[in-house]
């Protein structure tokens, strides 16, 4: 399983945004997907996640802000922002789980996003 993320760059503050990431096989074969996000010096932490049945969590930080979603068709998953902060420049990573007797975690190879004051 590959996964390849698109979408960063340079927004001011108040801007939006949209990632995606194109995954190689069906997205019917991922039992979860995710965004996280890594600022230099910290840890990467969940943005938010899309179960296979649809459901969706979001970190508090970015509720009513951000939106992932998923084109089935495309293979393809979203992070749509808005209202974007300084706090939220990071490097950003789309992330799948395949469980298929043990837990596979997949990763992409991340997107810088930079919001400017």
């Known amino acids: 399983v590959q996964l390849q993320a698109s979408g960063g760059g340079l927004v001011q503050a108040g801007g939006s945004l949209r990632l995606s990431c194109v995954i190689s096989t069906s997205i019917g074969m991922i039992n979860a997907m995710g965004w996280y996000r890594q600022a230099p010096g910290k840890r990467r932490d969940l943005v938010a996640a899309?179960?296979?049945?649809?459901?969706?969590h979001y970190a508090d930080s970015v509720k009513d802000r951000f939106t992932v979603s998923r084109d089935i068709a495309k293979n393809t998953m979203y992070l749509e922002m808005n209202n974007l902060k300084p706090e939220d420049t990071a490097t950003y990573y789309c992330?799948?789980?395949?469980?298929?007797?043990?837990?596979?975690?997949?990763w992409g190879q991340g997107t810088q996003v930079t919001v400017s004051s």
């Open positions: 992330n799948a789980v395949v469980v298929r007797g043990t837990i596979e975690q997949y």
């Open positions: 899309i179960s296979s049945d649809g459901s969706t």
